[in-house]
C-alpha cells in the first residue's frame, strides 16, 4: 500500500503520531527533499529504501511506488506540511487508481499554520477578519483569471501566499491594485518551525524591499491582512453577556 503522508512545516516533531508510525513501518520512503527534514528519516527501518523526490519525474516516482506494491512493500510518500496544498499528490493518486494500487493519506500541519504559531498570531479576529485566503502569485504554474491576486485582494481578508517570494514586486503591485492600501501590515515568514525560522514584519508596499534586503529568495510564506495589526473585537464565545450551549450569560 501507499500512503501519502504529511510531513509538517519543518520542525521534525510536527508530524503527526499516525505520520511517524508510518515512516518507522516503511519499507520504501519518497520524500520531497527540498523541504522536508531529513530528521524525519532517521527512525527508518534499516531495511528502508529512500528516494529523493526532488530529482525525479512523476513517471519515475509512481515507478518506484508500482515496484514497492509487487513486492508487497509499505511505500511511504512524504510531502511537505499539508499533502493537499501545492503537493501535486492528485495526478500520483490518479495514477495510482490506474494501476489499481491502494493508497491512503495522513494529513500534516501545513506551513501556513506553522507561520501564523511564528507570528504568535490569529488568522481569523473578530471584526477584522474571518476568512484566509491561501493563494500563490502566477510564476511558471498559471492561475486561473478569476483568482488573480488583484481580484482576491478586493476582499482585504487575511490572506497566505504561498510560492512567491521571488515575484514580490509584481504581489505588492496586485495586493494594491486590488485595495489593500500601501501600509496594510504584512510578515514574511521564512522556514517556519525549522531552527533557522525568520519573521519580517513590513507593509504590503515594502514587501518586495524587504525580502531583497534580508536575502529571503524561498521557504518563506507572505502573510497580509488586519490580523497583524492591534485592533479587533472580543470573541462573543467568551463573552461574559453571551449564552450558548454549553454557557448561561452573566446578569
Ligand atoms: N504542502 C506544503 C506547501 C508546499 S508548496 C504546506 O502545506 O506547507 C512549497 C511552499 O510552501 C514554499 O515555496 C513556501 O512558500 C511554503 N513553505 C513550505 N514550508 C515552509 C516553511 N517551513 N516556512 C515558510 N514557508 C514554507
Not at 499516525?18 to 520504501?28: F, M, P, S, T
Not at 520531497?32 to 523526490?53: H, M
Not at 497580509?224 to 495589526?229: A, E, I, S, T
Amino acid at each position: 500500500m501507499v500512503h501519502f503522508v504529511g510531513a509538517g512545516p519543518g520542525a521534525a516533531d510536527l508530524i503527526t503520531l499516525r505520520g511517524k508510525k508510518l515512516l518507522e513501518q516503511a519499507d520504501i520512503i519518497i520524500y520531497a527533499g527540498s523541504l522536508v527534514n531529513p530528521e524525519l528519516l532517521n527512525d527508518r527501518k534499516a531495511t528502508c529504501r529512500v528516494y529523493n523526490s526532488a530529482s525525479m519525474t512523476l513517471e519515475q516516482v509512481i515507478a518506484v511506488m508500482a515496484d514497492g506494491f509487487q513486492n508487497s512493500c509499505e511505500v511511504v510518500r512524504l510531502h511537505t506540511g499539508d499533502p493537499s496544498l501545492y503537493g501535486a499528490i492528485r495526478e500520483q493518486m490518479d495514477c495510482l487508481e490506474e494501476r489499481k494500487i491502494p493508497y491512503d493519506v495522513t494529513p500534516g500541519v501545513s506551513s501556513f499554520s506553522g507561520a501564523a504559531a511564528a507570528l504568535q498570531a490569529e488568522y481569523t479576529l473578530p471584526n477584522v477578519s474571518q476568512t484566509v485566503i491561501i493563494t500563490r502569485a502566477e510564476g511558471r504554474t498559471p492561475v486561473p483569471e478569476k483568482e488573480k491576486l488583484s481580484k482576491l485582494a478586493q476582499h482585504g481578508a487575511t490572506m497566505v501566499l504561498f510560492l512567491s517570494t521571488g515575484l514580490l514586486e509584481k504581489v505588492e503591485q496586485e495586493l494594491m491594485e486590488g485595495g489593500y492600501s500601501p501600509d496594510t501590515p504584512a510578515a514574511i515568514v521564512y522556514k517556519a518551525t525549522w531552527p533557522d525560522e525568520k519573521v519580517f514584519y513590513c507593509t504590503v508596499s515594502t514587501l518586495a524591499s524587504t525580502a531583497q534586503k534580508n536575502g529571503i529568495h524561498q521557504t518563506a510564506l507572505i502573510t497580509v491582512g488586519g490580523f497583524l495589526g492591534d485592533c479587533y473585537d472580543r470573541s462573543k464565545l467568551y463573552d461574559p453577556g453571551f449564552s450558548h450551549g454549553c454557557r448561561e450569560a452573566q446578569a
